[in-house]
């Protein structure tokens, strides 16, 4: 099985800056591509930002320009840097990972979540 497990969260003041860390481990033989989701209160889970092991980003249009997606391959780890963070930007943030196990058996899995809220 593969396991994620975020780093980061909590209570920023609007226009702040967070960074969030998810590391993968397990029998991982690849990592296809690593992402971020967050869930609101009320609202359905959302893609914030997703890289690929080669680099390719794609953000949400409601975080373009303010977050940073990266990634470091040897350590199986994506980050995400948060700027000018608004209150909208309240909820609850998960990692994801989907690749290939070493018996080469895909898999997707998903970090617990931590909460980032936005508030003065």
């Known amino acids: 099985q593969v396991q994620l497990v975020e780093s980061g969260g909590g209570l920023v003041q609007p226009g702040g800056s967070l960074s969030l860390s998810c590391a993968a481990s397990?029998?991982?033989?690849?990592?296809?591509?690593m992402g971020w989701y967050r869930q609101a209160p009320g609202k359905q889970r959302e893609l914030v930002a997703t890289i690929t092991s080669g680099g390719s980003t794609n953000y949400a249009d409601s975080v373009k320009g303010r977050f940073t997606i990266s990634r470091d391959n040897a350590l199986n780890t994506v980050y995400l840097q948060m700027n000018s963070v608004k209150p909208e930007d309240t909820a609850v943030y998960y990692c994801?990972?989907?690749?290939?196990?070493?018996?080469?058996?895909?898999?997707?899995?998903w970090g617990q979540g931590t909460q980032v809220t936005v508030s003065s």
């Open positions: 994801n990972a989907q690749g290939y196990s070493d018996s080469f058996k895909r898999f997707g899995s």
């Open positions: 397990g029998s991982i033989f690849s990592i296809v591509a």
